[in-house]
């Protein structure tokens, strides 16, 4: 199986096909009830459907790859068709995944290639860390190793970081007009890259309300990408990731 | 016809000589004064100079007690503001570290002689001194469901309130409702006359419709039910809202709505259903940039919407320090232009 994000889960290749129905048919109750959970924002149940589910024999990885990922995956089909998903749902979702990916995958047979590495944090002057926890919960069930900078992060500090962690991507949150288009944000992040000439091997993913309500705002503050959701955050942060490992 | 008149005329869907129109400057008061930021908010007398003054400069309807939302989280407690050079000042400190905190938590008896409110106390007197009866002097007020994001950040906030626990949650809401409505008995007492309810936590945008249900809007009745509705506008933080207008009439009684600039206008306007204020409101972040031209289609493509059948109003969010005085002049122009001579049902 491959996802629809273009990860390896380490499930696929499964030599017989029919054994695979079947157990794509002992898994559908599971994944239906976790989705529900999700869309629920019911913590609790959704846990305990990946307790019941490891109990009955459903393997780390087939919780991960098979149950957790594609319910956010359906998450983004649902905002692509114009159904509305709120910020508590995108919420509960990350979180899960970030606790699922935490618990289970010291437990997987043989550990999951890592698509890429990102450096996050806020924005000099931000204290907002809401929408950067949503986004590093999604990566993670994206199997993207993240770092986690904090808040209130120096433009210098996210350039050392990124070179330290040998990141593919800076991701920079801002929830305010001064934060996203001032002098010590991302555009002082992309004038080091420039001066260190790192612009090859680094790209900037910019989010938070600004950036929600002027779409062409990422551009002008010299970013290679936005995201309006943790979810879409993912998506573009592992596009931006390959775009880097293919030069 | 005074602002005032104009604003009455507007909810009650009488005719008047054109919409009211709310302009949202704060920071850029400082500037009028040549003040820091810091320096100007540190004194009611500032603000409310800094008000009149840039109420009379561009000429729009409506004054503002508020100096940045942060103050209500001095009233609790918070001693620390930062303070940026060119943007708003955003709370330092959080009152709440943890979740075990929330027992201790003190909500003060009488907010309208509290220390922290002095500033604003003073303000609001110079406002209505000068300008009561005349202009709209508008309040910002947190609603409890809100509330604790500026107590102990949205991170733990969400966290709090989607996996509990649910008594500590229960608490936090009790004691973030009682100040609400300590809050707004203040505020009347010193004089406002627009109660902005301000709760992002009331849009779909943040919640399921299943927490709409369950919480905001049982905790919004508790907010509200004391004191009432009189004066007070639904907001959520610019957060999108239609889908619960009708809900919140019934339920709630509000009769001003100040949409999201992600909500139709007409859409709005038809579930309001001539039973209050629908304000369409700019996306004023992006007047940053925008040329005269496209400021104006804006206005215009907003009055067009929401002006016909009257109750109408024009308005602003929290404007960015940033935007341009010629931008912030050529909107209001246009305001006053396509609002010209409200059309009644
Ligand atoms: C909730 C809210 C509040 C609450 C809570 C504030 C807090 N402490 O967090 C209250 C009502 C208290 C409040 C107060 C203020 N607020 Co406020 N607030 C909002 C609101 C409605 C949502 C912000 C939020 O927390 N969103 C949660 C995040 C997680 O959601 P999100 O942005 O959608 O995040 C997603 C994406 O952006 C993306 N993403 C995020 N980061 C990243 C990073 C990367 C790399 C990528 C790829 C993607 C990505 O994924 C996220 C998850 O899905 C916004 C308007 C809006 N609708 O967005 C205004 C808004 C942010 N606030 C604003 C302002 C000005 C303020 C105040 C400064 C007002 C004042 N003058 O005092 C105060 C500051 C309070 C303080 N901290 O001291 C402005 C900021 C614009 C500006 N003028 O600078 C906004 C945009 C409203 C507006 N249009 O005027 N606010």
């Known amino acids: 199986m491959q996802s629809g994000s273009g990860i390896k889960t380490g499930v696929e290749d499964r030599p017989d096909e029919k054994m695979d129905a079947a157990r794509q048919v002992f898994l559908s109750p599971f994944i239906r009830r976790y989705h529900e959970a999700i869309l629920d924002t019911d913590h609790p149940f959704a846990r305990q459907v990946v307790t019941e589910g490891l109990e009955q024999g459903i393997l780390p990885e087939e919780i991960l790859f098979k149950i957790v990922l594609p319910s956010i995956e359906q998450i983004m089909v649902s905002v692509s068709e114009a159904r509305d998903i709120s910020l508590a749902q995108y919420f509960i979702a990350s979180q899960i995944a970030s606790e699922v990916v935490e618990e289970l995958i010291p437990r997987f047979r043989q550990s999951p290639d890592m698509v890429g590495r990102v450096v996050i944090g806020t924005a000099s002057g931000d204290f907002h860390g809401l929408g950067k926890r949503i986004v590093i919960g999604c990566l993670k069930a994206m199997m993207v190793e993240v770092f986690d900078l904090g808040l209130n992060v120096a433009p210098e500090q996210f350039v050392e970081a990124a070179l330290r962690a040998n990141a593919q991507v800076i991701g920079i949150s801002a929830m305010m007009i001064h934060t996203a288009r001032g002098e010590n944000g991302c555009r002082k992040v992309r004038q080091i890259l420039k001066e260190q000439c790192l612009e090859e091997r680094f790209r900037i993913a910019v989010g938070g309300a600004p950036y929600r309500f002027n779409p062409d705002l990422y551009r002008q503050v010299g970013a290679d990408a936005c995201a309006e959701n943790g979810i879409a955050a993912g998506k573009v942060i592992t596009g931006l990731i390959r775009e880097v490992q293919r030069r | ?345």
């Open chain 2, 1 to 345: 016809m005074n602002s005032m008149e104009r604003l009455v005329a507007a909810i009650q869907g009488k005719p008047a000589d054109r919409i009211p129109i709310f302009c949202n400057l704060l920071d850029q008061g400082a500037r009028e004064l040549n003040l820091s930021l810091e320096e100007y908010y540190s004194k009611g007398e500032y603000v409310a100079e800094g008000q009149l003054k840039m109420r009379e400069k561009y000429g729009y309807d409506n004054l503002w007690s508020l100096f940045y939302v942060g103050k209500e989280a001095e009233l609790l407690g918070c001693r620390r503001m930062i303070f940026a050079k060119d943007g708003p000042p955003n709370v330092g400190e959080m009152v709440l570290r943890r979740p075990e905190d929330i027992p201790a938590l003190q909500v003060p008896d009488d907010i309208y002689s509290h220390p922290a409110f002095e500033e604003q106390r003073k303000c609001l007197r110079i406002l209505r001194d000068e300008a009561g009866g005349k202009y709209p002097i508008c309040a910002y007020l947190t609603a409890s469901m809100t509330l604790p994001a500026i107590l102990m950040g949205m991170e733990k906030w969400m966290s709090l309130l989607l996996t509990g626990p649910t008594a500590l949650r229960d608490e936090l809401l009790h004691k973030c409702s009682l100040f609400f409505q300590r809050e707004i008995e203040a505020y009347r007492q010193a004089g406002a006359d627009v109660l902005v309810y301000s709760n992002p936590f009331g849009s779909t945008d943040f919640i399921t419709p299943k927490i709409f249900q369950e919480l905001s809007l049982p905790w919004m009745q508790k907010d509200l039910q004391p004191g009432g509705t009189a004066g007070v506008v639904y907001y959520c933080g610019s957060s999108p809202f239609n889908d619960v207008i009708e809900t919140v009439i019934e339920h709630l009684g509000i009769q001003v709505f100040y949409l999201s600039p992600m909500d139709d206008i007409r859409t709005g306007k038809r579930r309001v259903a001539g039973r209050g204020l629908t304000c369409g409101v700019i996306n004023d972040i992006l007047l940053i940039d925008w040329t005269r031209e496209q400021v104006r289609a804006e206005v215009r493509r907003i009055i067009e919407a929401g002006k016909p059948g009257g109750r109408f109003l024009f308005g602003t969010l929290v404007m960015p320090f940033t935007i341009p005085e010629d931008n912030i002049r050529v909107m209001l122009e246009a305001a006053c232009e396509f609002g010209e001579g409200e059309t009644v049902c």
